[in-house]
């Protein structure tokens, strides 16, 4: 168990439609990472917070959006999904010295 | 910037045999380096970390990997692999350098190890 929480696990939405997946980091970890894994682009990072601000961010689209709460929890918001945008998300805490933590992955399939 | 490239996409070896899984890397400075294992339909756990202390590593599950600037890789081994070895493996390199300091990781294409019984 890497203490990284995410849910949900698995989510079937409609092109078009908005989802939102949540990330709760260790205990102690004031980032959080959030990367897409999907067959034909492998692990790509999308964006990361630090203690809720925006402190980088990768190959992430303009539909997509995050933040990060006064808590820690993280929030991804996908936006006009679209077939394309079907993979496995994750989220991490930790910080580049250390490693990165990851959650089990929230399994989004767009139809 | 930061790169890695995993030579290998697949590597099958027999259970008993050794690993090796090899993984180069590009920085413009003492790079952060990693190796994640992720099993099917699992997230990804982390093996070992390299972070400019000893140049060998040792991990878990009995995986160790040495980090060689002169040859710019970072190779994983095991002396001998078990069935519960199969998986995916990903060489990682931190961004930790210039003004980002972001600490994002950079990740290689994958390894599938495959051992066959």
């Known amino acids: 168990d890497s203490g990284v929480t995410q849910t949900p696990k698995h989510l079937i939405t409609a092109t078009g439609q908005r989802v939102t997946l949540r990330c709760s980091p260790r205990s102690g970890d004031l980032s959080v990472y959030w990367y897409q894994q999907s067959l034909d682009q492998g692990l790509q990072f999308l964006i990361q917070?630090?203690?809720?601000?925006?402190?980088a961010k990768g190959n992430i689209l303009e539909r997509f959006s995050a933040q990060q709460f006064p808590d820690l929890h993280s929030e991804l918001n996908l936006s006009s999904l679209e077939l394309g945008d079907s993979a496995l998300y994750f989220c991490?805490?930790?910080?580049?010295?250390?490693?990165?933590?990851f959650g089990e992955g929230s399994w989004l399939t767009v139809v | 910037a930061q790169s890695v490239t995993q030579l290998d996409s697949h590597v099958s070896v027999s259970e008993g045999t050794p690993v090796l899984l090899r993984c180069n890397y590009s920085?413009?400075?003492?790079?952060?380096l990693f190796w994640y294992v992720q099993h099917p339909n699992k997230g990804l756990q982390l093996l070992l970390k390299?972070?400019?202390?000893?140049?060998l590593v040792k991990g878990i599950n009995g995986f160790e990997a040495e980090f060689k600037k002169s040859e710019t890789s970072f190779h994983l081994t095991k002396p001998s692999a078990h069935m519960s070895d199969a998986a995916e493996y990903f060489c990682?390199?931190?961004?930790?350098?210039?003004?980002?300091?972001?600490?994002?990781?950079?990740f290689g294409q994958g390894t599938t190890l495959q051992v066959k019984p």
């Open positions: 390299y972070t400019s202390a000893a140049t």
């Open positions: 920085s413009s400075y003492s790079p952060s």
């Open positions: 991490a805490s930790g910080g580049g010295l250390t490693g990165l933590y």
């Open positions: 917070y630090y203690n809720g601000e925006e402190r």
């Open positions: 990682v390199v931190s961004d930790l350098g210039g003004s980002g300091n972001t600490g994002k990781l950079i």
